[in-house]
């Protein structure tokens, strides 16, 4: 069976087109059998050429009924582009600074992976290397797994790797966030985002008594978000592998391997200091690292007023559908902390435009949006961001 992949249009033979692709194949490939329109063309900022590929195009008798088409506008979208275009060095590729950073963060925590497991390890340790691998799910695989660190395919797959090291799977993210939540951010029968029993995030989940008290609770919640990310992970790696010609499998190959850090990580610890404290340490630190990364990224897309129930990713303006189901909060300096992720308007519109540059580009969106009407949220501190999303909250928590 032909794996398809429709740009606007025109449906193509994704493997073909996977082979050509200067950025690497997964990039591609991670779209199969989707509408890939989105993502081409906000990856590139430019429309796809058609023209050029047509030897690729598959027989519309051999496209399977499953193959959305979306119908969304991008007249916006590209006038945006040549706003910024001017503002974006490298072609919004990684400068060298990031690197720096990308080498100490990574650095550090392989320093504290070895450190705690051969020498001392202590709760305060443990804390602080759950905030690094906060950092890592932040400024490194984000960026890399977006393919916005360089233009070599393999530099962005090798950082993209952090992500197992960190608990994750950076192959499962990718679909989920790039092809999933990035194209459909709050579109409640899309974005799977939005499915979380125990936090009512849309009016169609279930209303339970518990949720009335969700503004509340959510903070404990994300301290269980990476134990249980973990365990959604390694069952979707031994499931993608059962699936018969899967053009992934050799990627999914290499993440199931991967998920041996988690096994070493365990084992090690615990067979160098065999205790129940020693596991609770390894515990925390994955709780810490998951508060961090889900803590933000639940407040991104909800807050009073945000765009949910409204929302079809199938149609309407692209600009439009990303702005008003997006915030920011701070500034440049968060923006180094959290790779860029606090500028999550730019970076839904821009995913592959390098963390760097969404400072720089922000006032030009928010002008640009100012002038087409659409709204543009920006919280001056987190505790604002905050206090709104808690407020968003009580509300969906009521019957």
Known sequence: MTVCIRIEDYVYDAVKLAKLHPGGEIFVLQCSNTDGTAIFNSSHRRRFPHD???DFRVDPAVVPASLERTNVDYANYFELCQRVSPLIPRGGWAPWTYFVKAALLLGAAVFLDCYMTFVQRTYTLSAIAGIIFGFIGLNVQ???NHGAVSRHGWVNRLLGLSQ??????GLGWM????VVHH???NDCHRDHDLDLGAIRLKTSTPWQAFHRIQHFYFLLLE?????????YNIGLCISQLRQENNVLSPYWRTHRYLMGILVARFGLGLFMAPSMTTFYQLVTMYMIGGFYLSFFFLLSHNFENVAKDTIDSSKGDFVTNQAITSSNVGGSWLAQMNGGLNFQIEHHLFPRVHHSNYATIAPVVRQFCKEKKIAYVHFPTVWDNFLSTASHLKLLGKF
């Open 183 to 185: 194209v459909h951010c």
């Open 52 to 54: 050029k590929y047509k």
């Open 142 to 144: 984000h960026d890399a």
């Open 175 to 178: 679909v989920s966030h790039n």
């Open 164 to 169: 197992d090291y960190i608990g994750g799977n």
């Open 223 to 231: 301290l269980a978000f990476s134990p249980v990310h973990i365990s």
